[in-house]
């Protein structure tokens, strides 16, 4: 009796030590789980609220806000084009998301995910120069922006790699295609409050916000997955890969 009691507390100790290796972070699947796919899509969602104050443990900044560098666009053209330079980006919104489907990676395919995202809200310090509307327009300020209905087409491979004696997965390239459905741009603080040129450029934003998205889009779109690829592997080079499942 005592003997088979021992064995009955050594097993619940080994599977509670197994449990307590598991970070909270991660929700994990079955692996012969028939939903196995909407197992994973739950995976994703589970580390919303983690993505957006940080996870100190695994270095993972927060996404709450998510920063980027610099964007430059050539608004129109001639030798007195219209250019816009977007610096310390700040886009905030990006850990309320739905992963509306997704594909693994099987053999030499690469994986793919659509993202939706209710609202994006960017903000940025900006210098312009240039004529616009037949107004010389060079100057700096704020930037605001709103994207609303953003879907973004994930794609992707992964590779996976040994550390002592676990397999962790990398994910070694990403791209994405964003869709935005509804957008609005102004600045603010700019050309030292000059009313005529704040307007003429807040007038120019509100009636060629899609001009001005497509200006920006490859651009942003290339950065948002290189630090998304980035984001990725800082939690996955933490977390086996083992523990996104439960046998």
């Known amino acids: 009796m005592w003997k088979s009691l021992f064995i009955c507390f050594a097993v619940f100790q080994v599977i509670s030590a197994q449990k307590s290796d598991i970070p909270e972070y991660i929700k994990q699947c ?57 610096k310390n980006l700040e886009v905030l919104g990006a850990s309320n998301f739905q992963v509306k489907s997704m594909k693994l990676s099987e053999g030499d395919e690469p994986f793919k995910a659509r993202i939706a995202m209710p609202k994006l809200n960017i903000e940025a310090k900006y210098t312009s120069s240039g004529v616009l509307l037949i107004i010389p327009a060079s100057g700096g300020g704020d930037f605001h922006a709103t994207f609303e209905g953003v879907i973004a087409d994930i794609t992707g491979k992964v590779s996976s790699n040994e ?28 050309f ?56």
């Open 192 to 247: 030292n409050n000059n009313r005529i040129l704040l307007e003429a450029t807040n007038l120019f934003l509100r009636e060629n916000s899609r001009v001005v998205l497509e200006a920006m889009q490859a651009q942003l779109q290339k950065k948002l997955a290189q630090e998304f690829g980035k984001l990725a592997n800082q939690l996955l080079k933490n977390v086996p890969k083992d523990l996104f499942y439960v046998d």
């Open 163 to 190: 550390k002592a004696g676990r397999s962790y997965l990398h994910v070694d390239s990403l791209s994405l295609v964003l869709n935005v459905k509804d957008v609005n741009m102004n600045i603010s603080g700019a």
């Open 30 to 86: 079955r692996r012969g789980d028939p939903q196995l796919l909407e197992c994973f899509k739950g995976s994703l969602e589970h580390l919303r609220p983690y993505l957006a104050r940080g996870i100190p443990e695994i270095e993972l900044p927060s996404v709450e806000p998510f920063k980027m560098d610099a964007l430059s666009l050539q608004l129109t053209d001639g030798p007195q084009g219209y250019k816009i330079t977007l």
